[in-house]
């Protein structure tokens, strides 16, 4: 295929546009197709959706139907990655990221956890509501629209459960807490309203597919800040409001003013933005990141820049990785905060948006991405690294299984168990490497490796069990506390970032051969805006192919929008 540009003066570029022409032929062929909405959010996102939209808790031979749309669902989601990718890079990574999380997280929906049975978020209805309201009740709770009040059987309304107490704005975790309480809310616990409107349900359901985290769910995670679980399940009990930690154990935060919030994120935002626009472009440089490792040593490659010549392989090798997990810190945490910001804007953009977004309005569900590096990493080392301080997004789906093993008691019910901590670890990590395979999996690039993830973060599964068996049965406990908390915080950071030096290559060269360091991740470049930029770009960084497009090609139902 003949492109109009050359390698010489912007390698990175000419990749770029070499792989797109590369996809568009594909696609020409029928060999592949763009990712299309909706048709690739049926297994994803649609098909889970459905079918815990319809109560099933009375109807047992619905609730073992539930294998069927496993089977389906993972079907679904394997033709999609076999077939669908992208001219963005990003989106061809992302791809192959949610079809596996969609089946993973789709599994833990319906088989490890019963949301229906157990399932209860907190929400909040108003506590004085005119009569003659709309008599439909939301099934086991009994409240009216989806849970505003609930009614005797001669349908006068009367005052929810638990709520004689009323909470005083002294009671409020935050400041929108206080603003609810001003207007007439209460907290309550709400399980699945299984004879509640459909949109009721679709409401109930849609939440818990979204809270990956479980904020504001009986099924938190327990690194976020969450509350105090009702003592009687399915109760419609009161919130605990005192309950929540503004700071939890792995130091996760929440704020209790929207200016805190705000002052918190825009900041560092801001920095991370800058970072990652310097890390995008020194990448761009070297033709590590824009085609991976040579082949070969004696196979063709571009030399290197004159400031990366100079340096020992050694020296050459540590900047890399540090350019690698710098730019992968920043491009996460400027994505989850921009999306806390972004959906905390929204909702509070009108009254009725308010209104709409109920509980998801208030600060206490936007904790912070990241927990603290020194009580996680410093403390805990390679465990406290990934189990404490790196986001927790796929911690529930990560942890289920184990929990499933342990309700059926096929695992120990302690946790410091030495065979429960193995088997949990491992299960974590084995789906943390299938995760990122699948992204691999529908890169455009003919040279990603999609098993490399997979080794990589099962290096980090023995790296963990090689620290715990130093610290306990060579070193032991007493003989380790002995040493000043320093040196102990010392050995644990060194050793983690010793071992993910080593073991990096198996995840940073993927994405190199991927081409997913060609991705754009920033609108506008700061750095391009002053002149640094490579010969031929601009400082408007997103072109017409990162931005969504309409698809007619392909049959009818594979129509939509791609990106």
Not at 92 to 113: H, K, M
Not at 354 to 366: F, I
Request: charged residues 15%; hydrophobic residues 40%; positive net charge.
């Amino acid at each position: 295929m003949d492109l109009p540009i050359t390698p010489e003066p912007n390698l990175a570029l000419y990749t770029r546009e070499l792989l797109k022409a590369q996809f568009r032929a594909d696609v020409a062929a029928g060999a592949a197709r763009p990712t299309v909405f909706p048709f690739d959010l049926l297994g994803t996102v649609l098909l889970p959706v459905i079918y815990l939209c319809i109560p099933h808790t009375s109807r047992p031979w619905l609730y073992r139907l539930r294998f069927a749309v496993v089977a389906l669902m993972v079907w679904l989601n394997y033709n999609m990655m076999t077939r669908a990718s992208s001219v963005n890079m990003a989106a061809a990574y992302l791809t192959g990221l949610a079809g596996t999380w969609g089946t993973l997280w789709g599994i833990t929906l319906l088989v490890w956890t019963r949301p229906q049975f157990e399932a209860e978020r907190v929400d909040r209805r108003l506590e004085m509501a005119v009569e003659g309201e709309d008599n439909k009740t939301d099934g086991r709770n009994g409240h009216a629209n989806g849970g505003l009040v609930q009614r005797r059987p001669n349908g006068t309304a009367s005052k929810p459960k638990e709520t004689a107490q009323q909470p005083s704005l002294s009671d409020a975790p935050d400041e929108t807490v206080a603003d609810a309480f001003a207007a007439g809310y209460t907290y309550y616990w709400q399980s699945y309203p299984a004879n509640a409107p459909l949109s009721t349900r679709l409401d109930w359901v849609w939440d818990h597919m979204t809270s990956f985290r479980g904020i504001g769910w009986t099924t938190s995670i327990t690194s976020v800040p969450s509350f105090m679980c009702p003592s009687e399940r399915l109760s419609s009990a009161t919130v605990d409001l005192a309950s929540i930690p503004t700071r939890t154990q792995t130091g996760y935060i929440r704020h209790t003013t929207r200016r805190s919030f705000l002052l918190h994120l825009g900041p560092r935002m801001t920095i991370s933005y800058i970072i990652l626009d310097a890390t995008t472009l020194l990448m761009l440089h070297d033709p590590y990141f824009v085609l991976g490792p040579p082949v070969s040593p004696h196979s063709p490659y571009p030399g290197l820049p004159p400031y990366l010549s100079l340096l020992s392989p050694h020296t050459l090798s540590i900047l890399r990785s540090s350019l690698a997990l710098t730019a992968i810190i920043s491009a996460l945490y400027l994505l989850f905060s921009a999306a806390q910001v972004i959906q905390f804007a929204l909702s509070h953009s009108s009254p009725r948006a308010l209104r709409l977004s109920g509980c998801r309005a208030d600060l206490w569900q936007y904790p912070s991405v990241f927990g603290s590096f020194a009580s996680n990493v410093l403390d805990y080392g390679l465990s406290g690294f990934w189990g404490g301080w790196w986001h927790q997004t796929f911690r529930g789906a990560f942890v289920a299984p184990t929990n499933w093993l342990v309700r059926h008691g096929y695992l120990p019910g302690d946790k410091r168990h030495p065979r429960r901590k193995f088997v949990s670890a491992a299960i974590a990590f084995a789906q943390s490497g299938m995760l990122h395979a699948g992204g691999s999996f529908t890169t455009v690039s003919r040279t990603a490796r999609w098993w490399s993830p997979p080794c990589f973060f099962l290096l980090s599964l023995v790296g963990v069990l090689v620290q715990d068996g130093w610290n306990k049965m060579l070193l032991g406990r007493e003989r380790r506390e002995s040493f000043p908390r320093w040196v102990r915080r010392g050995a644990n950071g060194v050793f983690v970032l010793v071992w993910l030096h080593c073991t990096q290559w198996l995840f940073v060269e993927d994405l190199s051969r991927a081409g997913v360091w060609l991705y754009e991740p920033l609108p506008w470049s700061p750095l391009r805006a002053l002149g640094y930029g490579l010969p031929g770009e601009r400082s408007c960084r997103w072109d017409g192919d990162v931005l969504p497009r309409l698809w007619m090609g392909g049959r009818w139902w594979e129509r939509g929008v791609a990106i």
